[in-house]
Structure formats: structure tokens, C-alpha cells
């Protein structure tokens, strides 16, 4: 006799509401580390997350410091899961400290996935209004020094793998 199993996953506000506090957390090193981001923008950072995440509109984002057009090694970059991801996740890491942030800034770019692309151009202007961040069209920055991915950040079947720039000291 053979049995068959199918197994479905439903990643949800809440799933993603899971992931998005590990995100936080990172986020909250960087500020104690480094000042910046502050407590209203890692709120705005939050809500953007969890609403793209959950939606399936989430590539990439990318949260550190720029300086003349290039990321500095205190970034993190958070790739989307594809759905019916499976494991337990990690714990929210450590943030790369002693960098010199001296004359950049903080920011954030985003990269959206095929779901987003595949809606109408009208349908995604509604979406980002609704959004906590108003984002403008931009190159990326140049990330010297190579992505590492070191963390997974899993709930409900969906979630987000971390990646530091050039590693965690």
C-alpha cells in the first residue's frame, strides 16, 4: 500500500509579523551600535516588511549605511523565502560593530519580487500608497566586499535568509 502526503503552507501576517521581529531585532543592534536606524523608522521598516512579506511582493532589502554610492560592511540584506520553506529558523544575529560610519548615512533599498511585477502598474501605485515608506526609483548601491549569508529567519512555511557584507567581526 503507498500512501501520499501533501503538505501546504500558508504564510500569514502573523508568519510574517515572526520574521520581521528577528529583522527588528537586527535592526535594533545596528541602532545601539551605530545611532541610526531610529526607533520611527525601524517601526516604518517593520510595517513595509511585514505587509510585502506577507503579500509575496518582497525580493530583496537592504538596511546599512552608504557612503560615497557604496554600502558600508554594517549592512544587512534580507532575501524572501520562497513559500513551503521548511526548519526551524535562527535566532536574530549580531550586527558587524566599529565600522566607521563617520560622513554616511543610514538607509534602506528595496527590490521587489515577479508577484509585484506581474500587477498592474495602477494596482501597485494603490499598494505603495498604503505603505509606511514612500520609496523612489534608485540604482543599487555597490555592496564592496562580498554578501555573506549567515541566518535564516523562518515562520509558518516563509521568512527571509539574512546576508552581512563581508561578514560579522
Given amino acids: 500500500m503507498t500512501q501520499t502526503y501533501t503538505m501546504t503552507s500558508t504564510f500569514t501576517t502573523s508568519d510574517a509579523r515572526r520574521v520581521g ?20 523608522d525601524i517601526e516604518n521598516y517593520l510595517g513595509e516588511l511585514v505587509s510585502l512579506l506577507s503579500d509575496g511582493y518582497l525580493d530583496t532589502v ?29 535566532r536574530s544575529g549580531t550586527v558587524k560593530r566599529g565600522v566607521e560610519t563617520s560622513g554616511a548615512y543610514f538607509t534602506s533599498y528595496l527590490t521587489y ?4 511585477w506581474n500587477l498592474s502598474e495602477d494596482a501597485r501605485a494603490r499598494y505603495k500608497a498604503g505603505l509606511p515608506i514612500q520609496r523612489v526609483s534608485g540604482e543599487e548601491p555597490k555592496a564592496p566586499g562580498g554578501w555573506i549569508e549567515d541566518k535564516s529567519y523562518i515562520s509558518g512555511g516563509g521568512g527571509v535568509r539574512r546576508a552581512v557584507l563581508g561578514g560579522v567581526s
Avoid at 21 to 40: C, T
Avoid at 113 to 116: D, F, L
Fill in 21 to 40: 521581529g528577528k529583522v527588528v531585532a537586527d535592526l535594533r543592534q545596528m541602532q545601539q551600535a551605530y545611532g541610526s536606524p531610529s526607533d520611527q
Fill in 62 to 90: 537592504m538596511y546599512g549605511f552608504k557612503k560615497d554610492g557604496a554600502w558600508l560592511p554594517a549592512t544587512l540584506r534580507y532575501t524572501a523565502l520562497s513559500l513551503g520553506t521548511t526548519g526551524d529558523g535562527d
Fill in 113 to 116: 519580487s515577479q508577484k509585484w
